[in-house]
């Protein structure tokens, strides 16, 4: 079972940078896919980012493209997400993810992703 934590949370004004973290059990992390989504007030969960055992194959939503960096450490088991340039638009609870096995389903979709982390809050304040 692969349990993730997260971590690195809180408030930040627009422009402002802040960095996520998510612990990872699991005796085989590297060789898992990886990512972030996050929800909003009101809205739906979105996809974020993702990062899968080849830390070169990476992908991003069109709004984060070029401000957030997903990254992983195999080492430390562990997931990041560099968030910079923090918008208003940005203020939303953002879950790791993790998947072992791989579908058919988009990595852009929730419903691809195996394990979820319990969330953490992000803030961005104009």
């Known amino acids: 079972q692969v349990q993730l934590v997260e971590s690195g949370g809180g408030s930040v004004q627009a422009g402002g940078s802040l960095t996520l973290a998510c612990a990872a059990s699991g005796h085989s992390f590297r060789s898992y896919s990886v990512g972030w989504f996050r929800q909003a007030p009101g809205k739906a969960r979105e996809f974020v980012g993702a990062i899968n055992y080849n830390p070169s194959l990476t992908k991003y939503a069109d709004s984060v493209k070029g401000r957030f960096t997903v990254s992983r450490d195999n080492a430390k088991k562990t997931l990041y997400l560099q968030m910079n340039n923090l918008k208003p638009e940005d203020t939303a609870v953002y879950y790791c993810?993790?998947?072992?096995?791989?579908?058919?389903?988009?990595?852009?979709?929730?419903?691809?992703?195996?394990?979820w982390g319990q969330g953490t809050q992000v803030i961005v304040s104009a």
């Open positions: 993810v993790a998947q072992t096995s791989w579908g058919t389903a988009s990595m852009t979709s929730p419903q691809a992703w195996g394990y």
